[in-house]
């Protein structure tokens, strides 16, 4: 079966990771071409990817709908800004290529809606970028979801307590942005908000909120606070932050049933107790392949072998929903 070939929008400081995910999948990937209006940004992700693989050759696009007309790439990887990832999914979707998308998929649930929806239409696979699925730790926690040894599940939380100084939002005028960027709900803790819903069952009853904008000079919110009723009766809390002092603290998922306790933080697991126990529950976990690497795996298997990857526009949107239904409230 020959290489999937990659091209990739966008090429700014989450791009590397897309390069390196692809580096790490080379007996079935290939990158082939990068997009981004910013040449000299585009020219670093090639030569990040030509110094790793031997006589490859990744063509360097300044113009968006020439990289889009290029016949030779498959899938598209979307890694711009926020405000843009849904009409460039759709564009290439147009085009007939497979697209991933980084998080958030979209701003709008219509836009994400049209995402899936051409996806369908054109047979295109959709991959979202919730790469934290894949953590050793989250997957042995899913595992013990999906046995049932929770029991009843009662709650779970989700923790993201980060900082963001002003500089960083200084970097780009976009940063902040209610248009282009969105607050920390939707920025900087979706993927703790993605792995809650995933655990507690996904379907949602009402949801409260909180959001206010305390210290950062941005249009959008810098600390967000949600209390969700799921539609099994269990409840999520999640807790977001870019104003902690004077660094990142914690980034931390906790799910409490009737037989059992668990707490991961920063990827790690914290906290396991089971009424029963599971060969598994003391064996060491494989955390050789982290981050986007096993994303793109689980993506590229889809293609090959049509069928939904894990994380598929439907799945992708479920996260950005509950964000939005927060932000009306």
Known sequence: MSKLKFGIIGCGRISAKHVDAIINNKDEAEL????????????DRKNQYESKIKNSNVKVYANYDEFLNDKNIDVVTIASISGYHANQAVDSLNRDKHVLIEKPMALSIEDADRIIRLGKEKNKKVCVSHQNRFIPAVQRLRQ??????????IHGSARTLWARDDNY??????????????????????????????MMGGEVERISSETDTFIRDIETEDFGAMLIRFKNKAIGVVEGSVCVY???????????????????????????????????DSAELDETNLGHTPLYKDFIDAINNNR???????????AVEIILRAYER
């Open 169 to 198: 939002y200084r970097q780009a005028s976009w940063r902040g942005t209610k248009e282009l960027d969105g607050g920390t709900l939707i920025n900087q803790c979706i993927h703790n908000i993605d792995l809650l819903q995933w």
């Open 308 to 318: 939904e990857p894990l994380v598929n526009g439907e799945e992708g949107k479920k």
């Open 246 to 280: 004077p660094k990142n603290l914690e980034e931390t998922l906790s799910i409490f049933g009737e037989k059992g306790t668990v707490v991961i933080k920063n990827g790690r697991i914290e906290t396991w107790n089971f009424a029963d126990e599971k060969d598994y």
């Open 32 to 43: 082939v071409a990068v997009y981004d209006i910013v040449k000299e940004l585009a020219i």
């Open 144 to 153: 013990a979801v999906e046995e049932g040894r929770f029991g009843k599940l």
